[in-house]
């Protein structure tokens, strides 16, 4: 196989084909301290979407509740174990002295790489993986609000001295999971049709309806299983990330481009959609004012789902502190920690930047900070000085013109007493 280079494991890895790159990345950062679970954004998707006859199984968004939910069930845990039977003891990440990944070296095999060591002369995957059994796409909300942790007895207390952050004993959060939309994607490596292609001008990843004949081989690949087969049309569908929504050709988005539908409907505020620049050699553009680059590349606060697969997803997330370290580096790698400290006691522009969620439909291009006064700050358990400044944040478009500005400091209105009691 060609030699592809991927940052978010540091390293050069195997892929089916050579290096092309979109001008524009489509992208996205999760807050999953946020999310209530609410499943608006699932709803919304699929009443766009997959409302018609043959797409009952179809959640192109899903939100699960881990560890154990997941749709389908069991996807993290059984590729994860598959790697681990081709690799044993070796899925481990090294420090990184290069310089050219933000979280490390990883020194085990991806997806790309087990699938050929399993194999034998061109028989083997083009990506390790596996097609999931009917009943485990039957129960997208299997395990929802389940925890992790003791039960206690009847009438007798959980934890008889409490839990404190960073992390809770009994603990379980939300995982909000969407088609990835990766640089390097298994489903495009994997299709013997060739029906499956990345967009050039914002790396979208589609499926040719006409070319694809329903061999599923894509739902095997994908690590994330994000596409689905449709037996009434003898094809798979995956998510198109709302891509009429990104070309400024929705009606509302008066000819700019526009969040797409599950983020938009996002209750809890956690979802932040854009656009990164693409350099010809597939590096991330340096844009420390791109909201997206910011959190991900400069503040790395937000980390990408299972970085050890090798599909380098542009999907990210701010992981939940809650949770027990292990669990989450396993999941995001091991800028874990990193992230959790950051987001913890963020700094001042990561404050002001954080305000920028689902504050407008309008895709965020650039943001400036215009500076407030400080309204806040403490001395944190571990030695380390809070300050909170009520920066205001300038959310701006592709043409540098403003689309909205708010404070990190939300106003609050006391009601009138004569008024106290009233609607």
């Known amino acids: 196989m060609p030699e592809v280079f991927n940052w978010q494991i540091g390293r050069t890895m195997s892929y089916p084909y050579e290096e092309a790159h979109p001008e524009w990345q489509f992208a996205f950062v999760f ?25 009952e199984h179809m959640w192109w968004n899903n939100v699960e509740t881990k560890p154990y939910g997941g749709y389908p069930q069991y996807w993290d845990v059984k590729l994860l174990s598959m790697l681990e039977a081709v690799n044993p003891g070796g899925q481990r990440w090294a420090p990184d002295r290069s310089g050219k990944g933000p979280y490390g070296r990883f020194d085990g095999l991806t997806i790309f ?8 002369n061109g028989a083997q995957q083009r990506a390790l993986g596996y097609l999931p059994a009917d009943e485990e796409w039957r129960h997208p909300n299997f395990y929802e609000d389940t925890a992790k942790g003791p039960r206690g007895e009847p009438g007798g207390i959980v934890h008889k001295d409490g839990v404190s952050l960073p992390e809770h004993s009994t603990w379980f959060f939300y995982l909000q999971r969407l088609c990835n939309h990766c640089t390097y994607p298994a489903c495009l490596a994997a299709c013997p049709r060739n029906a499956i292609y990345k967009r050039r001008e ?9 070319r694809c004949r329903g061999y599923r081989k894509c739902v095997e690949a994908c690590p994330y299983k994000k596409p689905m087969f449709r037996a009434t049309t003898g094809t798979s569908e995956k998510c198109i990330a709302c891509y009429p929504r ?33 350099e010809k050699d597939g590096t991330w553009a340096e844009q420390p004012k791109n909201p997206l680059y910011y959190l991900i590349r400069v503040a790395q606060v937000a980390l990408p789902l299972y970085p050890q697969f090798g599909t380098e997803p542009n999907g990210f997330y701010i992981p939940p502190r809650w949770v027990p370290r292990p669990y ?21 522009e990561l404050m002001a930047v954080l305000q920028l969620f689902r504050k407008s439909r309008q895709i965020v291009f650039s943001f400036e900070i215009e500076p407030g006064k400080k309204v806040y700050e403490r001395t944190l358990r571990d030695g380390r000085k809070y300050e909170l400044w009520n920066d205001t944040v300038i959310a701006l478009d592709r043409r540098g013109r403003e689309i909205f500005r708010t404070a990190v400091e939300e106003p609050f209105h006391v009601r009138p007493a004569m008024y106290v009691n009233s609607f």
């Not at 790396?203 to 309806?209: E, H, R, T």
């Not at 070309?247 to 932040?272: T, Y």
């Open 31 to 55: 807050n999953t301290n946020r999310c209530i679970g609410c499943q608006s954004c699932t709803m919304a998707c699929k009443s766009t979407w997959t409302f018609s006859k043959g797409q």
């Open 113 to 120: 790489e087990a699938a050929e060591k399993t194999g034998g």
């Open 202 to 210: 914002d790396g979208i990843v589609l499926i040719d309806q006409e």
């Open 246 to 278: 990104i070309e400024g050709r929705d009606p509302l988005s008066g000819g700019e481009p526009m969040e797409a539908r599950c983020m938009v409907a996002c209750v809890g505020q956690i979802r932040l959609q854009g656009l990164v620049k693409i």
């Open 328 to 348: 989450l580096r396993q999941m995001f790698g091991p800028g874990v920690d990193r992230a959790i400290e950051a987001y913890e006691c963020p700094s001042r």
